[in-house]
């Protein structure tokens, strides 16, 4: 049988360790929520370029529409 001392010092490293996994497990859904936000940012950031680049193209695209059709009114 383990002696008063040595069961308290195994309490304290079990709460200690408790103490430990919780802060690990806080710690790690922070990252995880940091990274889904970092991925969401950049995600929503190339999504828009792409957009922007669709617009430009598509307003480019009447600009010519307009400009051919004007000559041939003329």
Do not use: C, H, P
């Amino acid at each position: 049988m383990r002696t008063a001392k040595a069961k308290a010092r195994a309490v304290e490293f079990a709460e200690a360790e408790k103490l430990r996994k919780r802060e690990e497990k806080v710690k790690r859904k922070e990252d995880l929520d940091r990274a889904i936000n970092a991925f969401v940012k950049k995600w929503n950031k190339k999504r828009d370029r792409e957009e922007a680049a669709k617009e430009a193209k598509r307003a480019k695209k009447y600009a010519v529409k307009l400009r051919s059709g004007r000559q041939i009114r003329r």
